[in-house]
């Protein structure tokens, strides 16, 4: 098992450039800087001391840089989990103005940081966002290794792997729900949070969310918009370009963020690659491709669903409808009915399968490819 991993994520900054970098919980981002930024001053906000001297008297922030030597001020200043004392971005900020330091300030949560007043550098800082590995960053990727465990690097290929996922999502729910008060009632919360397990990678229906969890649609709405703000799910909204067909237009699917942390939620072990839990892990797994790939290519590509009311489906369309992406363990001739007929409303550049075969081929203007292929293809920004 890799011991370290060469990540895809590029974090090249001029010099006087600040830089925001956000990502789940144990993505890797503190190991990455620590490696990338290894001559910098580096301060860890999940210290208590330190989180809470900064959150009572931020200008210590100032003080202490000036007692330090010019060649360090050189480098960029590294601040860890940053939206734990959210108001020393003033000092931040004043900082970069007046002595024209440079930071990479580092966070697994936006939430507090939309609170009016907090400040966010006014444009003066790049935004990145690490995610879990990927497979082009795993030597001798294991897919079904990589679909029950996930991705993240201190659980992929770990013998314990499920005790790992539940230390995570016990502790996630502690830290960063319950002790930073995001949420009133924790028992409202776990009931949403283990209903979410129903809709995972379905599109939500909130009415009935909130009946499952005793709350109003308007509470559920707000926890997705929590989970979204942590980092830790996504909405993947319809596509909504005109067609003769009608349509899904509103409703979004949720995804978490990892395969095996969704696994490990909805209480399922894949152990072959004929099952429908197969499938629906597969299609998590080209997503979170998809999601990474966007955002260390930078291209600002949209990732949709394109659902009809009579149910032909295409699990990811790409851009404006350039790429049509179906995802299957197996390929039958019936499950190219979707984005068949995707292709006779929208006639996207390329429409593609995406197959645990080992196998290429096409089918009128179809291609079936094998997942490597794909992930390769969309690595190199090819794709789109």
Same mark, same amino acid.
């Given at each position: 098992?890799?011991?370290?991993?060469?990540?895809?994520?590029?974090?090249?900054?001029?010099?006087k450039?600040?830089?925001?970098?956000?990502?789940?919980?144990?993505?890797?981002?503190?190991?990455y800087?620590r490696?990338?930024?290894?001559?910098?001053?580096?301060?860890?906000?999940?210290?208590?001391?330190?989180?809470?001297r900064?959150?009572?008297?931020?200008?210590?922030?100032?003080?202490?840089?000036?007692a330090?030597?010019?060649?360090?001020?050189?480098?960029?200043?590294?601040?860890d989990?940053?939206?734990?004392?959210?108001?020393?971005?003033?000092e931040?900020?004043?900082?970069?103005?007046?002595?024209?330091?440079?930071?990479?300030?580092?966070?697994?949560?936006?939430?507090?940081?939309?609170?009016?007043?907090?400040?966010?550098?006014?444009?003066?800082?790049?935004?990145?966002?690490?995610?879990?590995?990927?497979?082009g960053?795993?030597?001798?990727f294991?897919?079904?290794?990589?679909?029950?465990?996930?991705?993240?690097?201190?659980?992929?290929?770990?013998?314990?792997f499920?005790?790992?996922?539940?230390?995570?999502?016990?502790?996630?729910?502690?830290t960063?729900?319950y002790?930073e008060?995001?949420?009133?009632?924790?028992?409202?919360?776990?009931?949403?949070f283990?209903?979410?397990?129903f809709?995972?990678?379905?599109?939500?229906?909130?009415?009935?969310?909130?009946?499952?969890?005793?709350?109003?649609?308007?509470?559920?709405?707000?926890?997705v918009?929590?989970?979204?703000?942590?980092l830790?799910?996504?909405?993947?909204?319809?596509f909504?370009?005109?067609?003769? !067909? $009608?349509?899904? +237009?509103?409703?979004?699917?949720? /995804?978490?963020?990892? =395969?095996? *942390?969704? &696994?490990?939620?909805?209480?399922?072990t894949?152990?072959?690659?004929?099952?429908?839990?197969?499938?629906?892990?597969?299609?998590h797994?080209?997503?979170?491709?998809?999601?990474?790939a966007?955002?260390?290519?930078?291209?600002?590509?949209?990732?949709?669903?394109?659902?009809t009311?009579?149910?032909?489906?295409?699990?990811?369309?790409?851009?404006d409808?350039?790429?049509?992406?179906?995802?299957?363990?197996?390929?039958?001739?019936?499950?190219?009915?979707?984005?068949?007929?995707?292709?006779?409303?929208?006639?996207?550049?390329?429409?593609?399968?995406?197959?645990?075969?080992?196998?290429? !081929? $096409?089918?009128? +203007?179809?291609?079936?490819?094998? /997942?490597?292929?794909? =992930?390769? *293809?969309? &690595?190199?920004?090819?794709?789109?």
């Amino acid at each position: 098992m890799q011991k370290y991993y060469d990540r895809k994520l590029d974090l090249q900054l001029p010099a006087k450039q600040s830089a925001f970098l956000w990502g789940p919980r144990q993505c890797g981002k503190s190991t990455y800087l620590r490696r990338k930024f290894n001559q910098s001053i580096y301060i860890d906000l999940l210290d208590f001391d330190q989180r809470d001297r900064f959150s009572v008297r931020p200008t210590a922030l100032g003080e202490i840089l000036q007692a330090r030597p010019l060649e360090k001020l050189g480098h960029p200043v590294v601040i860890d989990e940053v939206q734990n004392a959210p108001n020393l971005l003033d000092e931040v900020h004043r900082l970069i103005e007046n002595k024209h330091y440079s930071f990479v300030l580092c966070g697994s949560s936006a939430r507090k940081l939309k609170i009016p007043g907090i400040n966010l550098l006014g444009g003066r800082a790049w935004r990145f966002h690490m995610y879990p590995l990927t497979i082009g960053e795993i030597k001798e990727f294991d897919l079904l290794t990589g679909l029950n465990c996930g991705l993240l690097p201190a659980v992929y290929g770990r013998q314990n792997f499920r005790r790992n996922l539940d230390a995570y999502v016990n502790n996630y729910l502690e830290t960063e729900i319950y002790n930073e008060a995001y949420i009133r009632n924790a028992q409202s919360f776990s009931r949403f949070f283990k209903s979410m397990r129903f809709f995972h990678g379905e599109i939500l229906n909130y009415s009935s969310i909130s009946r499952d969890c005793g709350v109003s649609n308007h509470t559920v709405r707000t926890y997705v918009e929590i989970l979204e703000d942590t980092l830790v799910g996504y909405l993947v909204f319809p596509f909504r370009k005109p067609s003769k !067909r $009608r349509t899904i +237009s509103s409703k979004p699917k949720f /995804y978490l963020f990892d =395969v095996g *942390l969704a &696994n490990f939620v909805c209480g399922r072990t894949l152990d072959h690659l004929s099952t429908t839990e197969f499938g629906k892990s597969f299609e998590h797994l080209i997503l979170t491709e998809l999601w990474a790939a966007r955002s260390y290519l930078e291209k600002d590509f949209d990732i949709a669903f394109w659902r009809t009311s009579s149910g032909l489906e295409v699990d990811f369309v790409l851009g404006d409808g350039q790429v049509a992406v179906e995802v299957k363990s197996r390929v039958r001739s019936r499950d190219l009915r979707g984005i068949k007929a995707f292709i006779e409303e929208h006639n996207p550049k390329s429409a593609i399968v995406v197959t645990a075969e080992d196998d290429r !081929r $096409r089918i009128g +203007s179809v291609d079936i490819m094998p /997942y490597r292929e794909f =992930v390769s *293809l969309l &690595n190199d920004g090819t794709l789109i």
